[in-house]
């Protein structure tokens, strides 16, 4: 079987590998692992500017099946049921396989899925703000990732290409949620004006670890 | 974990094994008073709590000041410009650290004033400049290889070397060892990081590191060149350790030491933020505390070391010396593994590995052969001790012309590591501890000179790591070498089909190895895509490099593009053909569906989930605009 969806772990710094090794007993070829940072709304923290988590990602190409597999084992194994151990969720996805030729069928974009990840691309170091922004429109927390654009001449001395860097926000929110999250972003970090950033939506197909906090908005933490 | 829960937790895990050893030999072979053991246990404990405060001020503050500072020097449009603000960086950073000031005034006490305190510290600063300077230019320049330029200055400084004394030597060893202070090492290598990922490139991740070792060869430079000049070769002092003093009294000297030091580099960022950057408050608000937290930290962990670490050091150093004389290379060795490990720009070096390989290179694996080397620095120093006829120069020599030969043969990232750890190594836990424990040890051999045998454990314990960290480095090199080779060919560019019908927009991501994301964007380029973001990973797949049982996970980088899902398909078909992705784990391209709900164009309203896209509209990602 072909892999038809993508999986992705968000787990504490250093747990990536052992999640790796463990899903390629299991049977997938091989993934890939980039670090992140989570965030953290506790005001106490955050006036002592020790409010950053250090997280990694873990992205695997995954089966029907092993998705399966992969959830049933995150619960029972990792326990990512509990708070505070880590999230993951699957996103379709179709690959263009080593042998040649694109495998999978288009994803159905009419169908609709439960939950959904927005993903903020915008300048370095903005990535909190806008954290802060999605907390504030409902969103539980989110992932930074540190990426940079393609580089760009530029006529300084030494003829570099520099490479502008970038902060990727990645936020799981259910689909009701989503669309107030997004205007939020859209508005308070101008994303109207070009080179603000880009805002876009990934269908979610399942999630394991998302902590839905009782009576506060607040606490949700990944 | 908030992060100063994750430091402390660091912190434990390396101060443990130290407290053990040193109470295990405190009472069993020592037999040290019960007021010194109360005192190390105090000690100790500050060092737990000022070391975690001082790592959180470092990514706090040093990190982002590096980086800022690092982008002004490479953006800067004028040679002369970049040449005076890289030197005085290197200079001011220098000019204010504590330990280099205390070995001036030994030099200056043991020359008989002919040679100033003052006047030394400021020409190894300059010495410092220089070599930053240099540093610099030949990153951003990116003509010279790291091992070239190394390797040109060890032999500047062995062609010194014949003509200055044997003392004169390992006082300029010291003091480089004395210059890469607790608070100098992580900017500098803050610096460098932010340097190479400015430049970016293939060469982006070794560039990251080797600036340490750069700025350590300037003090060696700027001391003997001084001893040529002047004439000055018999030098007859000797590191004095300090008088105990009540901890109380330690703090407020120890704080004003640290904001001496803090104080130069903090004033350089705020005028040029006041000028340039014009960093946001909310930034500004992370930078001020981090720097509080620095001099916080940084007082209470040399408090912690002066008080707690110095005479239990010295202590066990001749208790030993004295009963037990054959152990000592034995005891030494077991310092040497584990107190390394709590030097505070060794825990920076690891997390700058950590952050710039993406977690490719183990930080364990480097963690232990420092640890050896430094183990085997502090054992040979101690059979220097015991047996007067080896000479420091049999060690030093040998040792540093073995590692520039390898760097030639060792992974360019090792290389890197391999000189930062030799600064990294020789901070303020050996310049304290390990020095008292062999001064200690010195005294208590009838042998040995006292006076000579002081200087030069610090040289060895900057030489040591180099050598350790490059044999690693080549055996490395070796083994990627005879994994099968991996051709990414280029063939022939395939007609971009038509595009299809209308439709949203899709996510192109493709996980390809490190170095392939150039060709990748000029053909997604060609192919109609707008501009791109790249995420720097690490994967496994196909044949991973397993390594003394420590995995090795190839460096991949992740590209994502935003683009209309008409031509999506036709992108990342004409990606899949033109990139050479066969074999196992070369690389993979793949699509996601990105709901149109996500990219809006200005006057739209945003499109319902699951509906097409209107036409026209920008679908360039975000790294498209500079």
Redesign the interface.
Known sequence: MIPDA?FFAVV?RGKA?DL?HWA?DKGV???????GEGT?P?PI?NF???????K?VL?L?VTKELSHQLFTAMKDEFKMDKRYKGIAFV??????L?E?G?QGE??D????SPF?CL?V??DK?KG??CMEIARKAGAGGGTI????????P?????P???????D?LMIIAS?LQ??AI??AI?QGMS??Q??N???????VLRTIGLYQPRNTRKGGRR | ????R?KLNEVIRSLLPVVVLVLLLAFTLVGAQMALIIRFLVGSALLLVGLSIFL?GI??AMNPIGDHMATEV??????I??AILSFLMGFLVTVAEPDLLILGEQVEAASGGAIGAQLMVYLVSVGVGILIMLGTFRL???KMKYATFMCLAYMGIFALSIFVSEEFLAISFDSSGATTGALTTPFILALSAGLS?????KTSEEDSFGMVGVMSAGPMYALMLMSIITGQKNIEGAPVAKPPLGILQMLPDEFFKSIFALLPLAALFFILNFIRFKI?R??M??VV??LI?TLLGLTLFLTGVYAGFMDMGHLIGSRIAENYHWLLPVVGFLLGTIVVLMEPAVIVLGHQI??VT??RIPLKMIRITLSIGVALAIAGSMIRIMIPAVKLWYFLLPGFLIAVFLSFRSDPVFVGIAYDAGGVASGPMTATFVLAFAQGAAAMTPTANVLVDGFGVIAMVAMAPVLSIMLLGAVFQHKVSRLPKEEHAMPEPVPLPSPGTP???D?V?A?LNRGLS?DA?SIAQAAGAG????????????HDLKFLSF?M?KE?E?VIW?IDSRIS?AI??C??AQLD??????G?????????????A?GQL?PQ??CAIPDGQ?NR??????
């Not at chain 1, 070829?29 to 670090?35: A, C, K, L, N, W």
Request: aromatic content about 6%; hydrophobic content about 40%.
């Open positions: 993508l504490d590998g790796l390629q070829s091989g993934g890939t692992i980039f670090q953290n506790s923290l002592f500017g020790i409010s950053e988590i250090h990694e992205m190409g996103v379709p996805f179709r690959q263009w080593p040649g694109q288009p994803y974009r009419t169908k609709p959904v993903m691309i915008m170091g909190e703000i990732v540190h990426a940079h654009g393609a580089g760009v530029q006529d300084f001395y030494f570099l290409l520099i490479e502008p860097q970038k990727l689909r989503a669309p997004q205007e859209y994303l109207d070009q080179g950033g880009i805002i876009l939506t990934l269908p | 974990m908030n992060l100063l994750e959180v990514d706090l490479a953006t800067s449009k004028s040679g410009k970049l951003l320049g990116g990922r400015i430049k970016g490139g946001s909310r930034e608000g992370r505390k981090g937290y950590e952050n993406g977690g439709g949203a927009f996510c991501v996980v150039e964007l501009g791109a973001t790249i995420i720097h990973g690490r994967g496994s797949g196909g995995e996970l991949k992740i935003l398909d990342a078909s990606l899949h992705l066969s074999g196992q784990g070369g993979k391209i793949f699509i996601v569906p990105a709901l149109a709900m996500g990219i809006k200005p945003p989930a699951g920008d990602g975000a790294g498209a605009q500079p």
